[in-house]
C-alpha cells in the first residue's frame, strides 16, 4: 500500500492547505459584513445550529465519531457528511469569533479524509486491499501536522494511540510530504496565520544565530585608515572634500596618539557639526572627536557586539586587543555584519555536487584527459 500512501501524503498536504485558507476565509467574510462585531458569533452559533440540526454528528468534541472511523464503523457516505459539514462547522463558529479549538475537529475531518480515500480506492482498484481505518490514523496525523508545523510530534502522537510499529513507515512517509507541500503553499502554520494577520510575524525555523557562531575578527576590517590625534580639524574636512581614496570606505576614523595607541574616533558627522559650528581653525581631530569609543574584542561573538552598537546607538566599532590596551586592531561596521549574513545565507541556499554529478564531471574529466 506504499504507492497509495505516497498519493496521499500529497492529498493531505492540499487538505492542510486549503483547512488553512479556508478558514481564515471565513473569517474574512465576517469581517465584511456591514454589522456590529458583537453580531458575528450570534451568526456563527445560528450557523452551527442549522448544520447540527441535520448532521447531529458535528455536534460536540466528536470523539465518539473519531473512534467510530478508526475502527470502520461509518459507512462512505456519512464519511463524507462528516468531513463536509463538520469542516463548514468549525469554519463559521471560529470564523465568527467565537472561542474554539482545532485539534479534535481537525482529526475528526482528516480521519474521515483518509477513511473517504481508502474506500474510493478500494472501488477502484479491487486488489488494492487498502484498510481504510489505516488510512484515518495517517490522515489525522498528517494533515494537523502540515497545518500546524508539528509534523514530528503528531507521528509520535499517533504512533502512540496504536502502538503498531507497522504504521510508523506510513505515519513518517505521508506526513513529510504533506508538510512539504504545505511549506511551499502556506507562509504561516494555521496557529500562527492569525497572529500574522496582527502584525506579529512568528518565526517557524529552528536555526542558531549566525551572530552567535561568528567572531568579531572574522568580519572586521583589519585594514583601517587612520588619523593622528594632533591633526587639525580644517586638514581633515580638506581631505575629505578632496575624495582622499582611503576615507571613502569608512564613514568614521580612529584617532591615535603619538605612541599608535586608540584615543577616539571621529565622525564625517563630527566633522560637518564642527563646520557648521565655525570651530576654530586650530582645532584638533580629538578635540572634535569622541575621546570615549565603544569598542569591541576581536574574540567576542558578534551578536555581543551588535548589541552593544544598538544599545549605544552607534553604527560602527572600533576593534581592539585585550592584551594590549589601546592596540587597535580592526573596523566593524555593517557590511561586516551583512558579511556574517551573507554567509547564513550561502550556506542554505548554495548546494554542493551531488554524488552523480560528482560522478559526471570526472568521467568527463577522465575523458578530457584520455
Not at 47 to 61: A, N, S, T
Not at 240 to 266: F, K, N, S
Request: a neutral charge.
Amino acid at each position: 500500500g506504499l504507492p497509495f500512501y505516497i498519493v496521499f501524503g500529497v492529498v493531505c498536504g492540499f487538505a492542510a492547505t486549503l483547512f488553512s485558507k479556508a478558514l481564515y476565509w471565513f473569517e474574512d467574510q465576517f469581517e465584511r459584513l456591514p454589522i456590529d462585531p458583537m453580531w458575528w458569533p450570534a451568526i456563527g452559533a445560528l450557523g452551527l445550529g442549522i448544520i447540527g440540526y441535520f448532521v447531529p454528528r458535528v455536534l460536540g468534541v466528536g470523539y465518539d465519531t473519531i473512534s467510530d472511523i478508526l475502527t470502520n464503523r461509518l459507512s462512505l457516505t456519512v464519511l463524507i457528511a462528516v468531513l463536509v459539514f463538520k469542516s463548514l462547522a468549525l469554519f463559521v463558529s471560529l470564523g465568527s469569533g467565537t472561542s474554539g479549538g482545532l485539534l479534535a475537529p481537525m482529526f475528526m475531518t482528516s480521519a474521515a479524509l483518509g477513511a473517504i480515500f481508502a474506500i474510493a480506492v478500494n472501488r477502484i482498484f479491487p486488489g488494492a486491499h487498502l484498510e481504510p481505518a489505516a488510512f484515518a490514523l495517517v490522515g489525522m496525523s498528517a494533515v494537523f501536522g502540515a497545518a500546524s508545523r508539528a509534523t514530528f510530534a503528531l507521528i509520535i502522537f499517533a504512533f502512540e494511540i496504536t502502538r503498531d510499529y507497522n504504521s510508523v513507515l506510513p505515519l513518517m512517509l505521508v506526513s513529510v510530504i504533506a508538510q512539504g507541500i504545505a511549506l511551499v503553499y502556506m507562509r504561516n502554520s494555521i496557529m500562527t496565520e492569525k497572529l500574522a494577520r496582527r502584525g506579529l510575524r512568528v518565526h517557524n525555523e529552528y536555526e542558531t544565530d549566525i551572530f552567535h557562531q561568528v567572531n568579531v575578527e572574522e568580519v572586521m576590517d583589519r585594514n583601517v585608515p587612520t588619523v593622528p590625534a594632533s591633526m587639525l580639524l580644517s586638514a581633515l574636512a580638506a581631505q575629505i572634500t578632496q575624495g582622499e581614496p582611503r576615507l571613502r570606505r569608512h564613514h568614521a576614523l580612529p584617532i591615535l596618539d603619538a605612541e599608535e595607541r586608540l584615543v577616539g574616533i571621529i565622525t564625517r558627522g563630527d566633522v560637518l557639526r564642527a563646520l557648521e559650528q565655525h570651530v576654530d581653525p586650530q582645532t584638533t581631530v580629538l578635540e572634535a572627536g569622541n575621546s570615549s569609543p565603544v569598542v569591541a574584542y576581536p574574540d567576542e561573538a558578534l551578536h555581543a557586539a551588535v548589541t552593544r552598537m544598538l544599545r549605544n546607538e552607534v553604527g560602527r566599532l572600533l576593534v581592539v586587543s585585550r592584551d594590549t590596551p589601546g592596540k587597535l586592531l580592526g573596523y566593524l561596521g555593517r557590511p561586516g555584519i551583512m558579511e556574517a549574513r551573507l554567509r547564513r545565507v550561502q550556506e542554505e541556499h548554495v548546494r554542493e555536487a551531488g554524488w552523480l554529478s560528482r560522478n559526471k564531471s570526472d568521467s568527463e574529466a577522465t575523458s578530457t584527459l584520455h
